[in-house]
């Protein structure tokens, strides 16, 4: 399975990573990746950068080295109300919302919290992807989870680096991935690379996908098209312009 775009992909700009954007699109140009989006880490973040950021990304062209370049950001989440580390005027400009529990932004609550958490920020308007779900660090209710996306129409993530660098990913990830398949739900499996080299990275996250049976059509950013078809979905400015709606 080839999959042309690259949901989740950190830059200098989140203060533990080392590439430009520049730099990052063209190594995704030369893996042949259609689109990326630019999802550096949200102000709470040490390291991260000022909302400021957030909002000047529009003078970013459309396009790099021939890959489609999403405006978004991955915002932390901060309590079991599922607040935002990033206010409604910077979240409404974004081409893409991914949110996520980081244990340096809100320490690990309860299950019955840490679930309340990525309920609630799953039904914030702006939020169209909870990152690493299966992060062990954040016991959830994974079912409770994966229902509220599914009325939410929301995508849940696979991620690729958790079998790398979070400890302990695997089990709570193929269940994750087990229930995604159960409930019909849309995936995204993404490289949050933080290094252009690693951009477009997917085979651990794939291989995952595909052992739950994960159908190829429930997977959001299996191109460029079904992206923006969803993204135009949720209201995003920039492809409800572009597809008039439909
Ligand atoms: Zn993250
Ligand atoms: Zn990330």
Redesign the pocket.
Known sequence: MKILADL?V?TLA?GHAYSTIEETAKAAAAKGLEMIAI?D?GPAMPGGPHQYYFGNLRVLPPEIHGVEILRGA?VNILDEQGSLDLQEYYLKRLDIV?A?LHNVCMEPLCQKKNTKALVNALQNPYVDII??PGNPDFPIDMEKVVQTAKQQNKALEI?N?SFLVRKGSRKPCREIARLAREYGILVSISS?S?FSGNVGELDLAVEVALDAGIPAENILNINGDRVRRFLARRGKRRFVSQSDGK
């Open positions: 989740h950190h989140s999802t880490h991955e991914l996520g990152v690493h991620n680096s949050d933080h």
